[in-house]
């Protein structure tokens, strides 16, 4: 059973902070990891994909990925109150034709 | 480039009714997965298509539950004899390969 495990939350963080999301998965054959942003009542937005091991930036996102440790984070830089969302971790083995696997999300408020 | 179309937005249907859902994936795309969310839940998968062929349908359940992505035409999501335990968000979301996927905005099903 494969499985994406993120703390619920809510994370709270005054607005200028960094936001540190994390996201961990059980299948060791795991090769793509994404981050999606989800507004409450609208659909998924991607925000992040990564695939191998290290750091990747966007913008004011940075997307962490440790695969010895299968650990996957979002760091949000200079966060602002539009970034209060709920962060939804997926993961696939990219084996072919899989589809995601995603965590339950992290609700992020970002206090003004 | 119009992104990934679902209709209708919101589907009210009677226990005992058919849902059917549909969904046009981004142009040049040619992976279909379907999603549903129940309500503070985390997404959970389906079925995934291509044209004219089900890849995966791990996910559906056996009874009840259809869908097709036809040679022409969207890709439908089929839900006959609804019960109150279907009422969810049902998201599409489409691909152009195995990788990123991108959500439509969702169709809302309330049973009554």
């Known amino acids: 059973q494969k499985e994406v495990e993120q703390n619920s939350g809510p994370l709270s963080v005054p607005e200028g902070a960094i936001a540190s999301l994390n996201c961990t998965y059980s299948?060791?054959?795991?090769?793509?990891f994404f981050w999606y942003r989800q507004y409450s009542g609208k659909s998924p937005e991607l925000i992040m994909s990564?695939?191998?091991?290290g750091d990747k930036e966007d913008g004011r996102f940075t997307a962490q990925l440790n695969k010895a440790s299968q650990y996957v984070s979002l760091l949000i830089r200079d966060s602002q109150p539009s970034d209060s969302a709920t962060y939804l971790c997926?993961?696939?083995?990219?084996?072919?034709?899989?589809?995601?696997?995603f965590g339950k999300g992290t609700r992020l408020s970002v206090i003004a | 480039n119009a992104g990934v179309m679902q209709n209708p937005r919101h589907l009210v249907r009677r226990r005992g009714q058919e849902a059917r859902l549909r969904c046009s994936p981004m142009?040049?795309?040619?992976?279909v997965y379907w999603y549903r969310q129940l309500p503070e839940e985390g997404l959970k998968f389906m079925v995934y298509?291509?044209?004219?062929?089900?890849?995966?349908e791990s996910g559906m359940p056996k009874e009840r539950f259809s869908a097709e992505f036809p040679k022409e035409g969207p890709s439908i999501l089929r839900i006959q004899q609804v019960v109150r335990g279907d009422s969810a968000a049902y998201f599409c979301?489409?691909?152009?390969?195995?990788?990123?996927?991108?959500f439509g905005p969702g169709t809302r099903l309330t049973v009554t």
């Open positions: 979301a489409s691909s152009p390969t195995s990788y990123e996927q991108y």
């Open positions: 299948d060791r054959g795991s090769q793509s």
């Open positions: 990564i695939y191998s091991n």
């Open positions: 997926a993961v696939n083995l990219n084996s072919g034709n899989t589809p995601l696997v």
């Open positions: 142009k040049g795309h040619s992976h």
């Open positions: 298509l291509q044209k004219e062929n089900i890849i995966d």
